[in-house]
């Protein structure tokens, strides 16, 4: 089907920067929305970004201005530039992407494993 591999993630300092990849494989028809999430501890998972297909984005609140989401068709990767890094967005961050597979008319929500992202102060 479609697999999505997250990488980029890693430890840094508040006020640091990191980018995340994710890429999409597999017998890919098309990749529609993709997305990223993220989940602390103990906590709820929360989406952090969203992108159409067009390059529409949407953000979190808690993350405007600082994150940047973007990605490149051709490729079938997304990508979350991290700004201005604060330790509250410590998280295993994951990838999601809505995809196609050659054959099918189903669109189906798939997920990355994720990848952890530890902000220290």
């Known amino acids: 089907q479609v697999q999505l591999v997250e990488s980029g993630g890693g430890l840094v300092q508040a006020g640091g920067s990191l980018r995340l990849s994710c890429a999409a494989s597999g017998n890919i028809f098309s990749i529609n929305a993709m997305a990223w999430y993220r989940q602390a501890p103990g906590k709820q998972r929360e989406l952090v970004a969203t992108?159409?297909?067009?390059?529409?984005?949407n953000y979190a609140d808690s993350v405007k201005g600082r994150f940047t989401i973007s990605r490149d068709n051709a490729k079938n990767t997304v990508y979350l530039q991290m700004n201005s890094l604060k330790p509250e967005d410590t998280a295993t961050y994951y990838c999601?992407?809505?995809?196609?597979?050659?054959?099918?008319?189903?669109?189906?929500?798939?997920w990355g494993k994720g990848t952890l992202v530890t902000v220290s102060s």
């Open positions: 999601n992407a809505d995809g196609v597979v050659r054959g099918s008319y189903a669109s189906i929500k798939y």
């Open positions: 992108i159409t297909r067009g390059g529409s984005t």
